[in-house]
């Protein structure tokens, strides 16, 4: 918790807050916000007791009694803010996807179709369509209300995380692929554009593994 | 009457509560608590958190204004919103409708 956030309220109201921030995962971003208007929704509770006649104390407490267990509320945020991380998630492997697909395509086998590509490295497609479809699934579970199938997951961060593992996959047999053929057959590895495409699925290979490895090999704490 | 006996109901009670206009999230509160008599006075932990539900579900939508001279997140209905809320008004009408129909129906038999 943000300490302009703690010493704002008297005590009962920060303990908390601070409870409730504890229950968060850390790695989602919109927690602070969420907290800030949850404080600002005690405040006006607060100023209401304060207009029956009760004490600044009496009426904080009254107010954190009343907005529910930290569990419960920790828990409820934790749900929301979680499809929009998978929601985000989703979005970015979409986006980079057919951007680092051209950035090799156009390293290891420049002017050829992408289907050249996919020739040479057998494995890539069906990762490849494996991370797409997962992740247009997770667009689909948290999309708009109307388009949500039934068996939708009230968290779906692992449909993103099993995206972000298939990403990881094909990144990784990219990147094998060109060591190999960069150790027997040194001369026909183009320069820059090589390093470029490293680089971009270097980075992105730090962020997908890690949201792999958090979301995957942990238990959901209320699935 | 306490949150858990709202459930299944509590977006319907939300997206109606902002059919007259955008409202922070403590007015949404006090609207419900002031329009039905003092029945419904939800948790504030419970509104908050479901507010953002029904904007990621693309039901309202929020922005920031400012409120008695403090900087607030205002939430108001989308046109998907009005949909969800006309389509719920329809199934209570039906679903209350039938629901007194028995019990009339039981409390007649009984007479």
New interface residues.
């Given amino acids: 918790m943000s300490r302009p956030l703690s010493t704002r309220h008297p005590d009962p109201v920060s303990s908390y807050l601070v409870a409730?921030d504890a229950e968060i995962p850390r790695w989602l971003r919109s927690r602070r916000a969420?907290l800030s208007?949850?404080a600002?929704?005690?405040d006006?509770?607060i100023t209401d007791y304060r207009t029956q006649g009760l004490s600044p104390q009496e009426a904080a407490t009254r107010?954190v009694s009343?907005?529910?267990p930290p569990s419960?509320?920790a828990d409820?945020?934790t749900?929301?803010?979680s499809?929009?991380h998978a929601r985000r998630t989703a979005l970015a492997l979409l986006v980079t996807g057919p951007l680092i697909g051209v950035v090799w395509l156009n390293a290891l086998v420049p002017g050829s179709p992408p289907t050249m590509l996919l020739a040479q490295i057998l494995p890539l497609g069906p990762v490849i369509l494996a991370s797409v479809v997962t992740s247009v699934l997770t667009l689909l579970v948290?999309?708009?209300?109307?388009l949500?199938p039934a068996w939708a997951p009230r968290r779906p961060q692992r449909l993103a995380a099993f995206a972000c593992a298939c990403s990881v996959v094909g990144d990784l047999l990219v990147l094998g692929t060109t060591m190999i053929t960069a150790l027997t057959m040194p001369g026909n590895m183009a320069g820059y554009p090589l390093i470029g495409a490293v680089v971009l699925t270097l980075t992105r290979l730090a962020i997908t593994q890690r949201v792999a490895r958090r979301d995957l090999t942990r238990a959901p704490s209320n699935p | 009457m306490r949150a858990e006996a709202l459930k299944g109901h509590l977006d319907g009670l939300l997206l109606a509560s902002l059919e007259a206009g955008p409202l922070h999230g403590y007015a949404v509160i006090e609207v419900l608590r002031d329009g039905s008599s003092g029945h419904f006075d939800l948790p504030t932990g419970t509104v908050y958190p479901a507010l953002r539900r029904l904007e990621g579900a693309g039901l309202v939508q929020s922005g920031w204004s400012v409120v008695s001279g403090r900087r607030r997140r205002t939430y108001e209905l989308t046109p998907a919103g009005r949909r969800a809320l006309n389509d719920q008004r329809t199934l209570w009408d039906e679903f209350s409708g039938a629901v007194s129909a028995l019990l009339r129906r039981g409390a007649e038999a009984a007479t």
């Fill in positions: 409730i969420a208007e949850l600002d929704g005690l006006d509770a107010a009343d907005s529910g419960i509320i409820a945020f749900d929301v803010l499809a929009g948290t999309g708009p209300a109307r949500r």
